[in-house]
Nanobody, 127 residues
Framework: QLQLVESGGGLVQPGGSLRLSCAAS????????IGWFRQAPGKEREGVSC????????YYADSVKGRFTISRDNAKNTVYLQMNSLKPEDTAVYYC????????????????????WGQGTQVTVSS
């Protein structure tokens, strides 16, 4: 079983930056991708970015392109989300999740495809 733990959230002013970490433990060799998602009160869970474990292929939601950067450190079993130029609308609980299985295809930002989830970390962007 894979366990995911997010960290790095906090309170920042608009225009500021945060770096989120997703540390994975357990069995990690049979996972296709790691994704970052967020959910704000009254809104659906939204895919932010994902990275394919095998080769590091990256995808971003349009809302964060140019501002957020996802990366991985396989030696540490950790995926990062560097968030720059933060906006109040980025305020949400951020979750990392793992899609189980090895497959051919495009990594997805649909939350229904992901199997294992962390508990989330709060990001608040406010003056």
């Amino acid at each position: 079983q894979l366990q995911l733990v997010e960290s790095g959230g906090g309170l920042v002013q608009p225009g500021g930056s945060l770096r989120l970490s997703c540390a994975a433990s357990g069995f990690t060799l049979d996972y296709y991708a790691i994704g970052w998602f967020r959910q704000a009160p009254g809104k659906e869970r939204e895919g932010v970015s994902c990275i394919r474990i095998s080769d590091g292929r990256i995808y971003y939601a349009d809302s964060v392109k140019g501002r957020f950067t996802i990366s991985r450190d396989n030696a540490k079993n950790t995926v990062y989300l560097q968030m720059n130029s933060l906006k109040p609308e980025d305020t949400a609980v951020y979750y990392c999740a793992a899609e189980r299985g090895l497959r051919i295809g495009i990594p997805t930002l649909r939350h229904e495809a992901y199997d294992d989830w962390g508990q989330g970390t709060q990001v608040t962007v406010s003056s």
